[in-house]
């Protein structure tokens, strides 16, 4: 059973780009959620897909937007990028929407010159 | 919204010694998760406990969905425990909602 994989590890990029992120959910999960986790934080919740149609976002503003595909792996899009958004994103993936056991992959760490 | 709290904020213990972490939480939840995050920033599921008690080697944790808080404990704490747990809950939404964390040191 393979678990779910990000990818880049690792992204420098400069205010003001756009930068997508990767996720493959873990074999047989069907539900991808995306998580900002800034230094010496808890993650915080940016949004939810479920079967390809986002199923609730947090409060993050519109230039934060992602997709799922059919094999459900799915990406984040991050345009006009700001400082603030240098953190580590994590993406998780469950069997299904709430109450389902949500897991985790190893996290892309974004850092914004 | 759903607030979560946990404590202590940090702790430092001696290897071998036990330790009781605890998270509150403000509303009726559906799930309830405790993690462990590694120094490379990987979470780590520890257990999925909405209600109730379970057991996982050193550790255990146990959820009292009625009065809101769960405790995770552990037992005989190694060095490679050290790195901080979050427990995070979902209030029947699609989310979940982390808490701050407990950085937990343990000193060989």
């Known amino acids: 059973e393979t678990g779910v994989t990000q990818s880049p590890t690792h992204l420098i990029k400069t205010r003001g780009q756009q930068v997508t992120l990767r996720c493959s959910s873990q074999?047989?999960?069907?539900?991808v959620s995306w998580y900002q986790q800034a230094l010496g934080q808890g993650p915080q919740f940016i949004f939810q897909y479920y079967r390809e149609e986002e199923n609730g976002r947090g409060n993050f503003p519109p230039r934060f937007s992602g997709l799922q595909f059919p094999n459900y792996s799915s990406e984040l899009n991050v345009n006009a990028l700001e400082l603030d958004d240098s953190a580590l994103y994590l993406c998780?993936?469950?069997?299904?929407?709430?109450?389902?056991?949500?897991?985790f992959g190893p996290g892309t760490r974004l850092t914004v010159t | 919204g759903i607030q979560v709290e946990q404590s202590p904020p940090d702790l430092i213990l001696q290897e071998g010694a036990n330790s009781t972490l605890r998270c509150n939480f403000s509303?009726?939840?559906?799930?309830l998760q405790w993690f462990h995050q590694n120094p490379w920033g990987q979470l780590i599921n520890l257990f999925y406990?909405?209600?109730g008690t379970k057991q996982n080697g050193r550790l255990s944790a146990t959820t009292v969905a009625t009065e809101r808080y769960s405790l995770l404990y552990i037992s005989s704490s190694q060095t490679t425990d050290s790195g901080v747990y979050f427990c995070a809950v979902d209030n029947y939404g699609q989310n979940f909602v982390f808490g701050p964390g407990t950085r937990l040191s343990v000193l060989p």
């Open positions: 998780a993936s469950s069997l299904g929407v709430a109450p389902y056991e949500q897991y």
């Open positions: 074999s047989g999960h069907n539900t």
């Open positions: 509303d009726s939840v559906n799930n």
């Open positions: 406990i909405p209600s």
